[in-house]
Protein backbone atom coordinates (compact mmCIF):
# COMPACT_ATOMS: atom_id res chain seq x y z
CA UNK A 1 0.00 0.00 0.00
CA UNK A 2 1.14 3.27 -0.96
CA UNK A 3 1.00 6.69 0.56
CA UNK A 4 -1.48 9.67 -1.14
CA UNK A 5 -4.82 9.50 -2.73
CA UNK A 6 -5.16 6.24 -4.57
CA UNK A 7 -6.02 6.78 -8.49
CA UNK A 8 -8.69 8.67 -9.80
CA UNK A 9 -8.95 10.33 -5.97
CA UNK A 10 -9.22 13.54 -7.34
CA UNK A 11 -12.03 12.72 -9.59
CA UNK A 12 -13.76 11.83 -6.18
CA UNK A 13 -13.61 15.36 -4.64
CA UNK A 14 -16.72 16.90 -3.60
CA UNK A 15 -16.02 19.61 -6.78
CA UNK A 16 -16.23 17.22 -9.62
CA UNK A 17 -12.86 16.07 -11.68
CA UNK A 18 -9.45 18.12 -11.49
CA UNK A 19 -10.94 20.65 -13.99
CA UNK A 20 -13.58 21.54 -12.23
CA UNK A 21 -11.72 21.80 -9.20
CA UNK A 22 -9.61 24.67 -10.38
CA UNK A 23 -12.30 26.28 -11.77
CA UNK A 24 -14.16 26.17 -8.56
CA UNK A 25 -11.04 28.00 -6.46
CA UNK A 26 -10.43 30.46 -9.47
CA UNK A 27 -13.95 31.59 -9.37
CA UNK A 28 -13.47 31.90 -5.42
CA UNK A 29 -10.51 33.40 -5.38
CA UNK A 30 -10.79 36.19 -8.20
CA UNK A 31 -14.56 36.99 -7.04
CA UNK A 32 -13.30 37.14 -3.35
CA UNK A 33 -11.16 39.79 -5.05
CA UNK A 34 -13.62 41.47 -7.21
CA UNK A 35 -15.08 42.06 -3.96
CA UNK A 36 -12.48 43.40 -1.62
CA UNK A 37 -11.78 45.52 -4.81
CA UNK A 38 -15.55 47.51 -5.26
CA UNK A 39 -15.70 47.63 -0.90
CA UNK A 40 -12.99 49.72 -1.45
CA UNK A 41 -14.12 51.76 -4.03
CA UNK A 42 -17.43 51.52 -2.79
CA UNK A 43 -15.86 53.19 0.88
CA UNK A 44 -13.79 55.97 -0.23
CA UNK A 45 -15.52 59.50 -0.73
CA UNK A 46 -13.42 60.65 -3.81
CA UNK A 47 -12.60 58.96 -7.19
CA UNK A 48 -8.68 59.26 -6.55
CA UNK A 49 -8.78 57.67 -3.40
CA UNK A 50 -11.11 55.24 -4.10
CA UNK A 51 -8.89 53.77 -6.79
CA UNK A 52 -5.91 54.01 -4.50
CA UNK A 53 -7.63 52.22 -1.37
CA UNK A 54 -9.02 49.50 -3.60
CA UNK A 55 -5.42 49.27 -5.92
CA UNK A 56 -3.21 49.38 -2.97
CA UNK A 57 -5.41 46.86 -0.86
CA UNK A 58 -5.50 44.69 -4.12
CA UNK A 59 -1.15 44.88 -4.49
CA UNK A 60 -1.02 43.89 -0.63
CA UNK A 61 -3.16 41.14 -0.40
CA UNK A 62 -1.54 39.62 -3.70
CA UNK A 63 1.98 40.56 -2.34
CA UNK A 64 0.68 38.68 1.21
CA UNK A 65 -0.48 35.58 -0.63
CA UNK A 66 1.44 35.07 -3.59
CA UNK A 67 0.23 31.48 -4.27
CA UNK A 68 -3.39 33.47 -5.18
CA UNK A 69 -1.18 35.86 -6.80
CA UNK A 70 0.26 32.84 -9.24
CA UNK A 71 -2.50 31.23 -9.50
CA UNK A 72 -4.70 34.00 -10.58
CA UNK A 73 -2.02 35.80 -12.95
CA UNK A 74 0.00 32.82 -14.59
CA UNK A 75 -1.19 29.23 -13.68
CA UNK A 76 -4.41 30.18 -14.88
CA UNK A 77 -3.31 30.44 -18.28
CA UNK A 78 -2.17 27.10 -18.38
CA UNK A 79 -5.53 25.94 -18.00
CA UNK A 80 -8.01 24.71 -20.87
CA UNK A 81 -10.58 25.44 -23.19
CA UNK A 82 -13.22 25.85 -20.17
CA UNK A 83 -10.93 27.72 -17.77
CA UNK A 84 -9.98 30.14 -20.20
CA UNK A 85 -13.83 30.83 -20.77
CA UNK A 86 -14.22 31.56 -17.26
CA UNK A 87 -11.29 34.21 -17.01
CA UNK A 88 -13.29 35.75 -19.56
CA UNK A 89 -16.18 35.48 -17.99
CA UNK A 90 -15.02 37.09 -14.58
CA UNK A 91 -12.96 39.56 -16.61
CA UNK A 92 -15.76 40.93 -17.90
CA UNK A 93 -17.94 41.33 -14.93
CA UNK A 94 -14.58 42.64 -13.40
CA UNK A 95 -14.38 45.12 -15.80
CA UNK A 96 -18.75 46.29 -14.98
CA UNK A 97 -18.21 46.13 -11.66
CA UNK A 98 -15.17 49.17 -11.34
CA UNK A 99 -17.69 50.81 -14.38
CA UNK A 100 -20.11 50.45 -12.02
CA UNK A 101 -18.55 51.68 -8.74
CA UNK A 102 -16.37 54.62 -11.29
CA UNK A 103 -19.83 55.77 -12.11
CA UNK A 104 -20.93 56.55 -8.78
CA UNK A 105 -18.25 59.24 -8.70
CA UNK A 106 -18.68 60.07 -12.93
CA UNK A 107 -21.99 59.94 -13.26
CA UNK A 108 -22.63 59.43 -17.29
CA UNK A 109 -19.20 60.37 -18.21
CA UNK A 110 -17.43 57.33 -16.69
CA UNK A 111 -14.42 55.34 -18.48
CA UNK A 112 -15.44 53.55 -21.81
CA UNK A 113 -15.08 49.89 -20.88
CA UNK A 114 -12.29 49.83 -23.27
CA UNK A 115 -10.32 52.20 -20.86
CA UNK A 116 -11.34 50.11 -17.95
CA UNK A 117 -10.29 46.85 -19.56
CA UNK A 118 -6.96 48.46 -20.04
CA UNK A 119 -6.51 49.44 -16.13
CA UNK A 120 -7.60 46.12 -15.81
CA UNK A 121 -5.43 44.16 -17.88
CA UNK A 122 -2.08 46.50 -17.31
CA UNK A 123 -2.95 45.55 -13.73
CA UNK A 124 -2.86 41.47 -14.64
CA UNK A 125 0.72 42.20 -16.72
CA UNK A 126 1.92 43.78 -13.45
CA UNK A 127 1.05 40.68 -11.37
CA UNK A 128 1.96 37.99 -13.59
CA UNK A 129 5.57 40.04 -14.02
CA UNK A 130 5.74 40.57 -10.47
CA UNK A 131 5.17 36.94 -9.90
CA UNK A 132 7.06 35.32 -12.96
CA UNK A 133 10.16 37.75 -11.56
CA UNK A 134 9.63 36.74 -8.05
CA UNK A 135 9.07 39.46 -6.66
CA UNK A 136 5.56 38.95 -5.57
CA UNK A 137 6.34 40.35 -2.34
CA UNK A 138 6.83 43.82 -4.19
CA UNK A 139 3.85 44.17 -5.72
CA UNK A 140 3.01 47.12 -3.29
CA UNK A 141 5.79 49.06 -5.03
CA UNK A 142 3.59 48.64 -8.04
CA UNK A 143 0.99 51.20 -7.10
CA UNK A 144 2.03 54.65 -8.45
CA UNK A 145 2.86 52.88 -11.73
CA UNK A 146 -0.88 51.12 -11.99
CA UNK A 147 -2.60 54.15 -10.39
CA UNK A 148 -0.59 55.75 -13.49
CA UNK A 149 -2.81 53.98 -15.58
CA UNK A 150 -5.95 54.25 -14.38
CA UNK A 151 -5.40 58.28 -15.01
CA UNK A 152 -6.15 56.37 -18.35
CA UNK A 153 -9.85 56.09 -16.27
CA UNK A 154 -10.70 59.71 -16.10
CA UNK A 155 -14.26 60.63 -17.12
CA UNK A 156 -15.03 61.85 -20.49
CA UNK A 157 -14.84 65.40 -21.23
CA UNK A 158 -18.00 67.23 -21.35
CA UNK A 159 -19.59 67.47 -24.81
CA UNK A 160 -20.73 70.82 -25.94
Do not use: W
Request: some cysteine.
Amino acid sequence: MRPGLPAGGLAAHACGDVDECVAAAYREAVEGMQSRYAVRLRAASTRDEALQDATRDLLTYLARHPDVASFVSVEVLKGGRELMALREELRRRSVANVRRELARFDGPAVAPELQVEMLIATMGHTIARHVTTGETAKLPSALDPALAMAGACEPLPASG
